[in-house]
């Protein structure tokens, strides 16, 4: 078993920046493919992004490509997305996932963090 407990969430203004935290607890998660998704306020859950376990490849869609940064530290057994200029439609509960399988969708995550909110005025 993993627990994913997302953190770093909040209100910011659009063009600014903020950086969730991911922290697992049971399992190593040395040997997962992570990822961050998101879902706006009815909307379906949306990829946002995901790191390789073994190789650190990552990889984003284009609505969040050069503005979105993930990355992952096994030894702290944390994950983390670097969120720059955001926008309003950014405006989300994003959540951490956790796959052996790659690449990740809302399909194949075999663990879920509950989301953190962040929230982009304008």
């Known amino acids: 078993q993993v627990q994913l407990v997302e953190s770093g969430g909040g209100l910011v203004q659009a063009g600014g920046s903020l950086r969730l935290s991911c922290a697992a607890s049971g399992r190593t998660l040395s040997t997962y493919n992570m990822g961050w998704f998101r879902q706006a306020p009815g909307k379906e859950r949306e990829f946002v992004a995901s790191i390789t376990w073994n190789n650190g490849r990552t990889t984003y869609p284009d609505s969040v490509k050069g503005r979105f940064t993930i990355s992952r530290d096994n030894a702290k057994r944390t994950v983390y997305l670097q969120m720059n200029s955001l926008k309003p439609e950014d405006t989300a509960v994003y959540s951490c996932?956790?796959?052996?399988?790659?690449?990740?969708?809302?399909?194949?995550?075999?663990?879920w963090g509950k989301g953190t909110l962040v929230t982009v005025s304008s």
């Open positions: 996932a956790a796959a052996g399988r790659y690449p990740l969708s809302i399909y194949n995550i075999d663990y």
